[in-house]
């Protein structure tokens, strides 16, 4: 068995902090479906950190609250437009296509940041019923290559959907590292930048399970309650989802955790880049790193450290830190990559 896994933040351990406010719940009875205190809090502190507009819809994970949440803003013939590498296209089996009827349309991009020239053309196909009419667009933030958006980046993409009758979407699944590496907030990345929708990443960032779905300003959507039911993702014992996102909406434990992750792999980047038979291939922006390095030293180090390949073909795998990634982990793995490295 792995030591410690560098393969995905998923892997990690859940934070004592959550653990803690999951115990604290399970006190007594509370109303199922969401009618509890515990909610009430939760839902509170989205709408301290987003405004008090915000329209707030706990989930199980992050396939559930993508494809909830583009349901409630595509009709079956609609089309969302993403990057080719996005988990919507590539990582959630279809999940959406089949639970909407609607269509994702991939769009070629670099280092997985739609831009609105990479847009314009999926703009200009037919609108007449022989074509998948485009209504959303969708971006990941960060990105599934590591790359993050600025607010800047994210407003000109809205100012662009906005013009156009679209709506943005934002896969928030590792927003918090996002926001941890700009040194600002999800608030000015997602509503104040225009985005109408995100959804807001928990498992990623120390949470047992739990994602949110934030509706901002005009697209608040009375068919969401509907379509979360109907997506299976409305939860009974919802206490338990809605007390993770309580503790780590508070006194900045998001921040404190996704801040980790983020200097744990700049801490892995600085002793790697020292061994001259690998070679970091993209930016270094969150908590992901991207790498070539010889077949047989991949497969010595994985004997001991857990990791996924990312491109076979060269090969380049990639290596995830986490909250509970300790310095000591990093330094071993690095060891053991200089090792390998050296045979």
Request: hydrophobic share 45%.
């Amino acid at each position: 068995m792995a030591e410690r896994s560098f393969a995905s933040d998923n892997n990690a351990p859940v934070a004592p902090e959550i653990l803690r406010a999951i115990l604290a719940a399970n006190e007594g009875d509370a109303v199922g479906y969401g009618h509890d205190d515990w909610t009430d809090r939760a839902v509170a502190r989205f709408r301290e950190h987003f405004g008090p507009e915000t329209d707030v819809y706990l989930t199980f994970n992050g396939t559930g609250a993508n494809v909830v949440a583009l349901a409630c803003l595509l009709r079956p013939w609609e089309a969302v437009l993403c990057p080719a590498t996005a988990h919507l296209q590539t990582d959630e089996c279809g999940a959406f296509e089949r639970f909407n009827g609607s269509k994702v349309i991939p769009v070629p991009s670099e280092g997985g940041k739609l831009r609105p020239a990479d847009l314009e053309p999926y703009l200009r196909a037919g609108h007449d019923e022989h074509f998948a009419q485009p209504r959303a667009i969708s971006i990941s933030q960060s990105t599934e290559y590591g790359n993050v958006y600025s607010a800047d980046e994210v407003r000109e993409i809205c100012a662009f959907a906005h013009e156009r009758g679209l709506l943005v979407h934002v896969d928030g699944a590792r927003i918090s590292n996002a926001a941890a590496a700009l040194g600002t907030t999800p608030r000015a990345l997602t509503v104040d930048a225009g985005v109408d929708v995100l959804t807001f990443g928990g498992t990623k960032n120390g949470l047992m399970l739990g994602e949110a779905i934030c509706f901002f300003g005009s697209a608040a959507n009375e068919a969401a309650p509907f379509v979360r039911k109907q997506g299976m993702q409305l939860a009974s014992k919802m206490r338990y989802i809605a007390a993770q996102f309580e503790a780590l909406l508070t006194d900045g434990l998001w921040l404190k955790h996704a801040a980790h992750a983020n200097a744990m792999a700049l801490r892995l980047h600085e002793r790697v880049v020292a061994i001259p038979a690998i070679r970091v291939t993209r930016p270094v922006r969150c908590n992901a790193i991207f790498a070539t390095l010889p077949r047989a030293a991949i497969e010595r180090v994985r004997s001991k450290f857990f990791f996924y390949d990312f491109e076979p073909s060269l090969p380049e795998v990639r290596w995830m830190t986490h909250w509970a990634t300790a310095p000591a982990d990093v330094d071993a793995f690095a060891d053991a990559l200089a090792a390998a490295c050296a045979r």
